[in-house]
């Protein structure tokens, strides 16, 4: 069966500071990734996409950037975070060319100071 | 104009009885899928439910169900049996397009889901 692995599950983070969240599928080939953010009781924005290595869309303009280095490894960066970053920070895969569901990772919570 | 709306911000419901959450939709693809998710305190997104546009009836997983009216562009979700399990945020979501190589999801703003024992 297919999982999605999502870590680090909560962060705290200095205005500034640099980061990375890291995402990984197993048990499935050439899915489609998504990073998403969720504000406090809010719905879920799309961030970016991704349908295969290297391949990157960005939905939304921001100091946020994302890398698929490998078919089933998303990554979400930042060289320098802002306190509007703060947020959950959701990873996401589904079958490519099919209509089955996205499905999510646990989430991340982030915290800026 | 929102492609998603959730009017109920939050809905309470007695253990044991149903009760509905509603989703209206905004689209002009013929081609959509509609989904609900579960999202607990713990804050992990839950598939429940989808519905594709041209499925002729009513999508079913177990206690939960799919009342897709398409005239009305309606999609809400009923749940049976309510259990206090079922307290959390219930997120409708729409698909627009034939599936392809890229799926863009819209969500709603979500619907807060509380069972009274």
């Known amino acids: 069966s297919q999982t999605i692995h999502q870590w680090p599950a909560t962060l705290v983070q200095p205005v500034g500071s640099p980061l990375s969240l890291e995402c990984t599928v197993e048990g499935t080939s050439n899915p489609n990734l998504y990073w998403y953010r969720q504000a406090a009781g809010r719905g879920l924005q799309l961030l970016f996409y991704?349908?295969?290595?290297?391949?990157i869309s960005s939905e939304v303009p921001q100091n946020l950037s994302a890398s698929r280095p490998q078919d089933r490894q998303f990554i979400l960066s930042s060289k320098k975070l802002l306190l509007s970053d703060s947020g959950f920070y959701l990873c996401?895969?589904?079958?490519?060319?099919?209509?089955?569901?996205?499905?999510f990772g646990d989430g991340t919570r982030l915290s800026i100071l | 104009a929102q492609k998603i709306t959730q009017t109920q911000p939050g809905m309470f419901v007695q253990e044991k009885e149903a009760v509905t959450l509603d989703c209206t939709y905004d689209?002009?693809?013929?081609?959509?899928?509609l989904f609900w998710y579960k999202q607990p305190s713990s804050g992990e997104m839950i598939f429940l439910i989808y519905q594709g546009s041209y499925d002729q009836q009513n999508a079913t997983e177990g206690r939960y169900s799919l009342n897709f009216q398409k005239a009305r562009k309606s999609a809400n979700l009923v749940i049976s049996a309510s259990q206090l399990g079922d307290s959390a945020m219930y997120f409708c979501?729409?698909?627009?397009?034939?599936?392809?190589?890229?799926?863009?999801?819209?969500f709603g703003t979500g619907t807060k889901l509380q069972v009274i024992p």
């Open positions: 689209t002009s693809d013929p081609s959509y899928g």
């Open positions: 996401a895969w589904s079958v490519r060319d099919s209509n089955q569901p996205q499905h």
């Open positions: 991704s349908v295969g290595i290297g391949q």
């Open positions: 979501a729409m698909r627009e397009g034939p599936s392809g190589g890229y799926q863009k999801v819209t």
